[in-house]
């Protein structure tokens, strides 16, 4: 088998495959409807797509700190950016010039590993091991005190993954006008920690990209069109894509699922969108998931357990559950984990920490005034327009779909879903495009 064979059959190229397979054949809409909508984002230029405020890209160079990194991110309220080689001299082959994407969950998943910690924060069955009690005060308290062995170790953890959640905590839910305060008030000193202790003194961006999972730099040029653009951001999983101008080495646009998202929500008014967000997401196929195929979490659970399961499962967030029916009461995501970081006091008792209590805790220290957050839902019978309205105005990047009184959750809905429900791939659209350098870049 020659290598473009083995790259077409590998098995990231074939999930998705199938993950789109199961879309089209779940939708209700004209093939008539789907082929004029498609031809249309293949006409249009992805140089037509609103640039970032300020019309820059903020790049990391490749040698910068994970720290460095971290308040770089933190300051300009953004959760990746591109990375930059800084080997790359004034070479224009964007190959060359630039390594990868870099972004927050990646950066608190590395920390936790490097640290050898990942069982304490991510396992409820290890949540008794040693460090506990130098967690709680803080590393550089433990330090202090003159705790050594494995309970400073749990400390330097503890610290030094509050740098990379504290400095995203504002960027999270549409509160990004905080972060420069997040990270001023609440980062100060992890990321002093972070400059002053190893392994995350010396480590850089570019040591992480090559030994810990990262995605892709995978560019568009502003003449491609913007049917690839949601290829790549929906059927090949990707959560950005960078834009690069013939000629020009520097990305000049950068895309994410959330913008393409908002950009759908102001196409109100336009004939071609109503007539398809008119339709209730049933007609679309949504949710694409079975209701047993939702990973839930029970309210009574321990928090470990919710963050355990995210990590196993590869999945950003929880519906919080009750009952054996289900019933939605709440919601926890991956940067949920700050909270637990940042808190001494819930850290201390995260060996009886229900996600209820959890849930209850965060909901007394934010705006919520000590009563849970509701969870954002909708039913089988909404309409796909106001899933887009509740994903663009919440800036959030799921939706819980649930059924009869209870509130049963049957399935979740994705902003890669919803992208997902206005193209199809055209016959060979990829090869024709992306060619066999660009699939063995995406499995890589």
Known sequence: MDQAQEAKESPLL???????????????????????????????????????????????????????????????????????????????????????????????????????????????????????????????????????????????TVAAVGAAVAGGMAADRGAGKDAPTAADHLGEEFYKFLFQEEPFKSTTVQSLLKSYRSAPFLPVATDSSMLSVLLLLSKYRMRNVPVIEQGNPFVKNYITQSAIIQDLERCKGRDWFDSIVAHPISDLGLPFMSHMEVVTIHSTELILEAFKKMKDSKIGGLPVVEGPRRKIVGNVSIRDIRFLLLNPDLFTNFRQLTVMDFMSTIASATEGMGKVIQPITCNLDSALGSVIHTLASKSVHRIYVVAGHEDEVVGVITLRDVISCFIYEPPNHFDNYFGFAMKDMLNK
């Open 14 to 156: 074939l999930s998705c495959d199938a993950y789109f397979g199961n879309i089209q054949s779940r939708k209700k809409l004209p093939q008539s409807l789907q082929e004029s909508l498609t031809a249309a984002f293949a006409s249009i230029p992805v140089s037509s797509f609103p640039e970032l405020p300020g019309g820059k890209v903020v790049e990391i160079r490749g040698d910068a700190t994970v720290a460095e990194a971290v308040k770089i991110l933190s300051n300009c309220n953004i959760l990746s950016a591109p990375v930059r080689n800084p080997d790359a001299g004034t070479s224009s082959d964007w190959r060359k010039r630039y390594l990868g994407i870099i972004d927050y969950s990646a950066i608190i998943l590395w920390v936790l590993e490097s640290a050898e910690l990942a069982a304490v924060v991510c396992s409820a069955s290890t949540a008794t091991t040693a460090g506990v009690s130098a967690g709680a005060v803080g590393a550089l308290g433990a330090l202090a005190l003159g705790v050594t062995g494995p309970a400073a170790v749990a400390g330097l």
